[in-house]
């Protein structure tokens, strides 16, 4: 196949993790559920994941593994972007899972999930 297709195709991906971004972040913004406001963010997290990966990826590349059979004129993908997806995705998680907790915490104590009727909060 030619490189053109290849660049295509690259565009389509990272216009995907745009638009994965683009929904979650709708769904932060837009919605009065802090349940849906969670998975919105998570939504944006996995979004941002997905681009990192893809801007870290080349065409023809090999793993980053130096072994016997390396030559030395081997292109080898970028293991950083890798390294920092891995490291968001755990951190993404435990981010979720507390403020998941937080949302039941508000439920026990208001009954609702919904912000319009959460008014007497105060600090």
Known sequence: ??????QYLNYAIYGTAVLVMLTGLY???VKKSLL????????VDSGLNLLIVTLGYLKGG???????????????VDPIPQALVLTAIVIGFGVTAVALS?????????????????KNLKW
């Open 1 to 6: 196949m030619d490189s053109a297709y290849f």
């Open 27 to 29: 769904a932060a913004l």
């Open 36 to 43: 849906k406001i969670v998975i919105g963010l998570s939504i």
């Open 62 to 76: 090999t793993a980053p593994i130096f072994s016997s059979g390396y030559n030395g004129t081997q292109t080898m």
């Open 102 to 118: 937080l949302v039941i915490r508000l439920w026990r104590h208001h009954h609702t999930l919904y912000i319009d009727e959460i």
